[in-house]
């Protein structure tokens, strides 16, 4: 079993960067794909970004392209979301998820493991 413990969410202002961690533990997850989904309010859970067991492919929303980046330290194993030009319409929960394959997915299915989220609120 994997358990993923999200932290960093807060409060910030429109144009912020803030940087969220998932922390695992109870499982080495090197060999294992690791991604970061959001869900607002009223709204479905979406896929955000993922990172591959090695960090050599990442893989991004159209939304958070080109401002948010994924990486991971599988020393500690620990998977981070950076994220940059933040936007209102970027305030979610946002869940870390744990996949049992080397590549990231879109799919929700593919991720057995899930932290229990860490709110961002981005005010404008």
């Known amino acids: 079993q994997v358990q993923l413990v999200e932290s960093g969410g807060r409060l910030v202002q429109a144009g912020d960067s803030l940087r969220l961690t998932c922390a695992a533990s109870g499982r080495s997850i090197s060999t294992y794909a690791v991604s970061w989904f959001r869900q607002a309010p009223g709204k479905e859970r979406e896929f955000v970004a993922g990172i591959n067991y090695i960090a050599s492919r990442m893989v991004y929303a159209d939304s958070v392209k080109g401002r948010f980046t994924v990486s991971r330290d599988n020393a500690i194993n620990t998977v981070y979301l950076h994220m940059n030009s933040l936007k209102p319409e970027d305030t979610a929960v946002y869940y870390c998820?744990?996949?049992?394959?080397?590549?990231?997915?879109?799919?929700?299915?593919?991720?057995?493991?899930w932290g229990q989220g860490t709110q961002v609120t981005v005010s404008s």
């Open positions: 998820a744990g996949s049992l394959r080397a590549e990231a997915s879109f799919d929700r299915p593919a991720y057995p493991y």
